[in-house]
């Protein structure tokens, strides 16, 4: 359960996060080559629900789970086909009818039908993104150190609080 929880807070939410700084950077001239990367590098098929099972570590709805769902529309804006994928599919269409699950869902998805462009939901009024650890790594991992030189030197980029 550990090991889906850090994939989903790490890997997935990176990939993710990358894809949706692109989307509101589309100007940048990496735009169409790190939306190209987010979708490759995005985790499709790894640690997908066994099929004998309904949720990832049990027949119970457990907090793996619960992280992996916030991540499922993210797949299919970045065109992941969840069709060619029935046991996500399957676990996907159990977790949107789970009351916690379709509480918070509901609200998600009108905010997102009213979104034209993602920068709204992304970049502050200063006109800086939230920026942090693996979010950060994900670019720089994959060769766009240029995109993040110019966030960063353009003054577009703000990180959490330092802990005192």
């Not at 990358?18 to 985790?43: F, T």
């Not at 570590?57 to 529309?73: Q, R, T, Y």
Request: with cysteine; aromatic share 6%.
């Amino acid at each position: 359960m550990r090991q889906i929880e850090d994939l989903c807070d790490r890997a997935c939410d990176a990939v993710t996060y990358g894809y949706w700084i692109v989307q509101a950077r589309k100007s940048a001239p990496e735009a169409a080559d790190m939306s190209q990367a987010a979708m490759l590098s995005a985790p499709q098929k790894k640690s997908l629900p066994p099929s004998s099972s309904s949720s990832f570590c049990n027949k119970l709805v457990n907090s793996a789970d619960l992280a992996a769902i916030g991540h499922v529309p993210a797949a299919r804006a970045m065109g992941i086909e969840l069709g060619a994928m029935p046991r996500l599919k399957a676990w996907t269409n159990k977790m949107v009818s789970v009351p916690a699950v379709k509480g918070d869902r509901e609200p998600l998805v009108r905010a997102l039908a009213k979104v034209h462009d993602i920068s709204s939901e992304l970049v502050g009024p200063d006109g800086r993104i939230h920026w942090r650890d693996s979010r950060l790594e994900w670019p720089v991992r994959h060769g766009f150190i240029d995109f993040v030189a110019r966030e960063f030197h353009g003054g577009r980029m703000m990180f959490p609080p330092q802990a005192t």
